[in-house]
Structure formats: structure tokens, C-alpha cells
């Protein structure tokens, strides 16, 4: 067992991309964590496949080294705002962060979010400035930023006396200075920073056991595991504990494997004290939050509370032509059970029934965390579908309030103009607007949540791959009034078979299609964006009549521009109120809610009947 005074608990928290990650593994590798043969691969703590793949991190991940005969407990948090729960969990388990700001970027809107809680917990840090190396890197001037972060949020005397240390992360580089910085060739700095000035674990207000459940995992051989930093007494494998459930209920329970962490391994031990972070198996019966303690003094310590979701969505099973045929989890009960075992381990999301069996309501942080559970479900075997997503409403004084977010933009001087004309649409207004030098310029916005769904992309497009987008949720406002969610209509298929490249390319004078030569379609399904704003049905299974009478000019050169790839964020984004995204493990299709095209026009012909607005129920406009 080591001895409190012995550990450090360190969370590194900062905005998406500024390299947190990249850090933990240099930090990893010099404190001799690997072998000097052993095979070492970039990012090592994004250990799940999205996120290797996004290039983002998605959960919360612990791991430990050893400097200078101290443990240090390292948690690399998510730096994306639609995981703020893994973070807000994530600091529950440590007694001071790593802030890590961009060189060149500087705090943006998640640096503010992260900061903020860790200074609500009265947390200690340690700011890094990383990325020195950057050509535009302008350090001096970001470090005044974060001094003006720290003291807009009301930061004390304590916490605002932070070192400040400059890295470059990807080449394992710390220094008190810029220009030490590229002369390092070490994190020793860093390492120092963390031992002085982050403190070791409070002392023990209870002699007993006492440990918050800050995570789930689960391994095959043993079982869930309980995740958390035990707040007082031992830990002991083969203990009998109590489980302080939710209202207060106790679950007797015993712990028949407890883990430490070393490195990316967990290692089993026979006990831990105060301040150490372990994984404690034998309670099948636990929920993040939940409290173990000794059964002589069941003491509950304060649960966790995040923030309230912002976005929902509807899972259904789906119902199409082709259910069943790719899927290996298709019926309601298999959704609804992973659904729920989703929101066992994500306190920041929850599940809720409809009025119909075969249909779920999944409330989220954001559409981006919504789309990532889809994504694991069909990497997982299953098939459904999915709705597009839509703001969580509060009635307020008696009036409909909806959620708002804080948009930064970062792009150069002649995207301006064109970034600020698509969020007017789209009922966003400037807040700030600052001049960053090297011909870019930073803008803030107060923009409806609904209103940036689908945004990203066209940012990207406004700025030619140049700009830097984010936002934070900030508040709710009034009920901002209906937005278009898209000018362009669908070209809908009005039957099932192969697409033929014939139709494909008389296609492309309606639109920009979605699918190529040989896709199978079904009547329903769309198969296309109309360069109108209306939907049209189209056979995009049409041959080619041939006939026996040949004449010169009269076959055309069939040239086929290549469809527009449509993956599952980007479908997510485009699809309107009537449209579901169909995901199965081999295919992401869309199509409409309703396949039946008199269904279809029925339904058309009583929402103008009705004078809809768009509005949500209980929105004003909105039609009931």
C-alpha cells in the first residue's frame, strides 16, 4: 500500500485537439512505462477505434507513472463539449488539473468549461502552453488571456498563482520558458510542476471505507468493475463492503478483485488507502455515483451531478424492405437493453420510452455524442433508425425557452463575411468579434442549438478547410422562431431494385445523388439532394430502352459525377423532420419516416393544412 503523501492525482483537461493525449504519451514513455523493445503507437490512450479514428478522445482514461518515487495518477479527459460528462466525472477522481492551452489558439470555449469546474472544486493547476513550435504561435499573448479566464471566473488568490510551463508535446518537450522549450529534450519540468504544486490527497475525514463511483468498466473474467479514489480507510481484497445505492438504498457486497493502475495496465493488489484510484470487482449491483463504505459505518458521500442534456433523438427499430438482412440485433428488446446499459455507464445521457414499443428517446449533451453511441451500436451487430436530432425545451414563466449555444469561430478575414450571412438563417448573433493577426480573425456567436445542426460542414466549406469551429452551451433563451434546416428537397426513390447508370446520370440533372450504379433502393428511400425545394419521386432503376434502329448521335457518352458520400454525421445533419437515417452494420441509407408515397402526401397536405411552423410541440407557432 502507498502511502497518501506518496500519490499525485492529476486530471489534464483542455479544448479539443490542443494535444492532450499526444502529452500523455511522451509523458508515458519517459517515465520508462514501455520496454525499450516494445512496438509504440501514437495515441496510445485512445485506445477505442472511433476515436482513433475521429482523432478525438470520447472517454475519460486513467493511467499511472512513477517520478521521482511519487505515483502520479494521470486521467486524459475528453476535450469535446458533448462529453463534458466524462470530465466532470473525471475530476472527481483528482486533486489538481494540467490545463493545456494552444500556442497559437488560445482558451476557446471547452477551455472555459473545464477550467470552470475544476475552480468550482477548488481544484490547484498547472497551465501548459503547448504547441510553441507553431508558426503563428503567440504565447506571451495567450498567457494574458488565461490570466484574464482564470479571473472572469473568479478564481482565488490561491488558484490564480499557478507555473506555467511551454511545451511541444509531439517531440516530448518542457520548459519555463519559449525558447527552453525547443532546446529541451525532456518533460522533467513538467514532471517537477506536478510533484511541487499539485498536492497529495487530502487527509482522512472518516476512519472507515469510503469510495464515490466515478466509473464503470467490465472484463470478461471478473465482472463489472467500480472505478473511483478511495476518500478514506483501506480498500481490501476479500472485504465485505456495503453499496450506498440511489434514495439511499444499501447493497451488501464484497470485493473479490481490487486493481490499481501502472502504467496502460491495471495490476491487482491486496489493498489501497486513502487517495489511491482503483477498480474494485464483486458489486454486479452499482451505478456511477453510488458510494462503497465499510458495513460498520455506511456513510454516503455527495453523488454526481452534471449538467442537464440539450439534444434528443428517436431510436427505432427498423422497419424497412431490407430489416434483417445485415444486422445481427434488430428487435426492439435488443435496442432497448443496450440503450439502457448505455446510460448505466453515462450519467449524461438517458433513456426514455415513447408512445410506441418499438421506438426509444435518447437525450444527449450533443448531437456529436448521440451520433457516437449509433456509430458503436452498428459496429456492434445492431440495425435501426434514427431521427434527426432536436432541442430539449423548458417552459420558463409560461414561455417556451430552448437552448443556446456559444459558437467560436477562428477562420481567416475573407471567410468573415460569408460565416457571418449563413448563421443569420439561422437566428445566430455576433457577440465578439477580435482580430487574431496573420490575416485571422475570431468570432463569437449566441446560436440556438438546432440551429448549428448541420453548420459544421458548410463551416468548413464557407472557409475552405481553414477555419476552427466550436461551442459551448450557454444558457436558454426564448424560442428563437422556426429555422430552415435546409433549402434543398429530396429526390426520393418510387421503387425497389438496383440503380442503373442510365437513370444515375439523367439523375444528375435533378440533383446530387447519394448513391452509384449497382445500390440496391427500395420505393421510399432516398437516393438524393433536389436542386429545388421540393421532394420528387424518381426511378433511378430506369433502363435504357434499346430498340433495333441505330443512328449516328443517337447514344449519349453516360458520364457519371461520383455521389456525394454520406456518412453518418453528415446524414445525421441532413436529414429533415419527415427523414430517418437507416443504420445497419454494412450500410448508412436514408430515407423518408413514412414509405408509402400516399402516406407521404397526406401527411404534406395537412401540415399546410395546418399552417406548421416547424416549431416543436408546445413551441410557440407550433401546431397541435
Known amino acids: 500500500m502507498i502511502a497518501r503523501d506518496r500519490i499525485r492525482n492529476v486530471a489534464i483537461v483542455a479544448h479539443v485537439d490542443h494535444g492532450k493525449t499526444t502529452l500523455v504519451d511522451f509523458m508515458l ?117 488565461v490570466y484574464s479566464l482564470y479571473i472572469d471566473l473568479g478564481a482565488n488568490e490561491h488558484q490564480i498563482d499557478f507555473p506555467v510551463i511551454y511545451t511541444i508535446a509531439r517531440e516530448g518537450r518542457a520548459a519555463h520558458t519559449v525558447a527552453g522549450a525547443f532546446e529541451s529534450d525532456t518533460l522533467k519540468p513538467l514532471f517537477d510542476a506536478i510533484l511541487t504544486h499539485i498536492p497529495a490527497p487530502p487527509e482522512e475525514e472518516h476512519s472507515t471505507l469510503q469510495m464515490l463511483v466515478d466509473n464503470l468498466d467490465y472484463d470478461e473474467y471478473v465482472g463489472r468493475l467500480a472505478i473511483g479514489r478511495v476518500s478514506s480507510g483501506v480498500a481490501r481484497e476479500g472485504a465485505q463492503i456495503s453499496v450506498i445505492r440511489e434514495e439511499g438504498k444499501i447493497v451488501s457486497a464484497k470485493i473479490v478483485r481490487l486493481y490499481v493502475y501502472d502504467g496502460l495496465k491495471r495490476v491487482e493488489v491486496k489493498d489501497a488507502g486513502p487517495g489511491e484510484i482503483v477498480c474494485i470487482a464483486g458489486a454486479e449491483e452499482i451505478g456511477i455515483g453510488d458510494t462503497l463504505c465499510d458495513p460498520s459505518a455506511p456513510v454516503a458521500l455527495p453523488r454526481i451531478s452534471v449538467e442537464e442534456p440539450t439534444m434528443s433523438m428517436v431510436f427505432r427499430v427498423n422497419d424497412g424492405p431490407f430489416a434483417g438482412r445485415e444486422g445481427k440485433y434488430v428487435t426492439s428488446r435488443n435496442i432497448r437493453e443496450r440503450l439502457h446499459r448505455e446510460a448505466y455507464k453515462n450519467v449524461s445521457i438517458r433513456v426514455e420510452d415513447t408512445e410506441t414499443p418499438d421506438a426509444f428517446k435518447v437525450v444527449g449533451r450533443g448531437e456529436l455524442q448521440l451520433a457516437v453511441i449509433v456509430e458503436n451500436m452498428r459496429r456492434e451487430g445492431f440495425e435501426l433508425t434514427v431521427s434527426n436530432p432536436e432541442p430539449i425545451l423548458k417552459t420558463i414563466a409560461g414561455e417556451v425557452h430552448e437552448p443556446m449555444e456559444l459558437l467560436v469561430c477562428d477562420l481567416p478575414v475573407d471567410g468573415v463575411g460569408g460565416v457571418t450571412g449563413a448563421l443569420g438563417p439561422r437566428k445566430g448573433r455576433m457577440v465578439d468579434m477580435q482580430p487574431l493577426g496573420s490575416g485571422r480573425t475570431r468570432l463569437q456567436f449566441r446560436v440556438p442549438a438546432r440551429g448549428l445542426i448541420g453548420f459544421r460542414s458548410e463551416f468548413l466549406t464557407l472557409t475552405r478547410g481553414e477555419g476552427i469551429l466550436s461551442s459551448q452551451f450557454d444558457g436558454y433563451e426564448p424560442w428563437q422562431g422556426r429555422i430552415d434546416k435546409r433549402q434543398a428537397g429530396s429526390i426520393v426513390s418510387d421503387r425497389e431494385g438496383e440503380t442503373v447508370a442510365y437513370a444515375c446520370f439523367s439523375g444528375q440533372e435533378r440533383g446530387k445523388l447519394f448513391v452509384k450504379p449497382g445500390d440496391k433502393v427500395y420505393s421510399g428511400m432516398i437516393v438524393g439532394e433536389h436542386s429545388h425545394d421540393n421532394d420528387i419521386e424518381y426511378n433511378i432503376c430506369r433502363e435504357k430502352k434499346l430498340t433495333n434502329i441505330r443512328a449516328a448521335g443517337r447514344d449519349e457518352n453516360i458520364l457519371l459525377i461520383p455521389p456525394r458520400d454520406m456518412n453518418l454525421e453528415k446524414s445525421l445533419e441532413w436529414i429533415a423532420e419527415d427523414e430517418l437515417v437507416e443504420v445497419t452494420p454494412l450500410s448508412i441509407r436514408l430515407r423518408k419516416k413514412a414509405l408509402d408515397p400516399n402516406a407521404r402526401y397526406r401527411m404534406e397536405r395537412d401540415r399546410k393544412r395546418g399552417g406548421s411552423t416547424g416549431a416543436p410541440s408546445g413551441a410557440p407557432g407550433a401546431t397541435d
Open 29 to 145: 514513455r519517459q517515465a520508462g512505462i514501455f520496454r525499450s523493445n516494445e512496438t509504440l503507437v501514437e495515441r496510445v490512450m485512445d485506445s477505442n477505434d472511433l476515436e482513433r479514428e475521429k482523432g478525438i478522445t470520447i472517454l475519460a482514461k486513467n493511467t499511472a507513472v512513477t517520478w521521482g518515487g511519487i505515483k502520479i495518477n494521470i486521467v486524459d479527459t475528453p476535450g469535446h463539449a458533448d462529453f463534458g460528462g466524462e470530465v466532470e466525472r473525471a475530476l472527481r477522481l483528482v486533486d489538481g488539473v494540467l490545463l493545456l492551452v494552444d500556442a497559437a489558439e488560445g482558451p476557446l470555449p471547452q477551455t472555459r468549461f473545464v477550467l470552470s469546474k475544476a475552480l468550482a472544486l477548488g481544484l490547484p493547476s498547472v497551465l501548459v502552453i503547448n504547441k510553441v513550435d507553431r508558426q503563428d504561435a503567440r504565447a506571451k499573448e495567450v498567457l494574458d488571456l
